[in-house]
């Protein structure tokens, strides 16, 4: 009788102690939404992928995030995140060349009510659709640098521990992606020229 209620109070302590891991487990991951969702979805935006596909890569995101939750060390969450994007983006962009589907970009668009006015988001629109264009036309491993150090605002110390790479390697690839990224801004520059002729 006693060995039965000392099992049923140890049954009864571990229940109570993952149900504690467990609201920890879901508290972070709610916390880490709230704290790295606008980078995220920036992320993952400038990583390629579609307009129509950013909330549903987003949201797969921190679902593998949720699930890995207690092997994320709270000091290089971001680092997490960002490789996540990378690996869920890439993914993604798979998945859309299989399926080779078509979809009317500026329909959906127009679908979907985000109430600026037309000449409040026309320059914004077209000026962030200039810079995805480059920035598609970008390596990944010069993207993923630029991306973080020019548009992320992260330092080179930084970036070499969200990609886990050495500070020197940071340092060549951003040199390189700045000149691909001039040298792409320029040929797109004469081809609008000259189309405008």
Not at 3 to 15: E, L, N, T
Not at 164 to 190: C, H, K
Request: charged content about 30%; hydrophobic content about 35%; proline content about 3%.
């Amino acid at each position: 009788m006693t060995s039965h209620s000392s099992s049923d109070r140890r049954d009864g302590a571990r229940s109570s102690e993952e149900e504690t891991a467990g609201a920890s487990r879901r508290a972070r991951s709610e916390q880490l939404v709230r704290q790295h969702h606008t980078f995220v979805w920036r992320t993952v935006q400038r990583l390629g992928v579609r307009d129509a596909d950013v909330d549903d890569v987003v949201q797969e995101v921190f679902l593998v995030a949720a699930k890995n939750i207690d092997s994320i060390p709270r000091e290089h969450e971001k680092g997490y995140l960002f490789r996540t994007c990378a690996n869920v983006s890439a993914h993604a962009h798979r998945s859309l060349q299989r399926r080779r589907e078509v979809v009317d970009e500026a329909r959906l668009s127009a679908e979907v009510d985000a109430r600026p006015t037309p000449e409040q988001s026309a320059a914004t629109s077209q000026t962030r659709a200039r810079l995805q264009s480059l920035l598609d036309k970008m390596p990944e491993d010069f993207r993923n640098v630029f991306v973080l150090f020019e548009l992320e605002a992260m330092t080179m110390t930084e970036i070499a521990d969200v990609l886990s790479i050495p500070s020197g390697t940071v340092a060549s690839r951003l040199r390189r992606a700045r000149e691909l990224f001039m040298g792409l801004m320029a040929a797109e520059r004469q081809e609008r020229e000259g189309a405008s002729r």
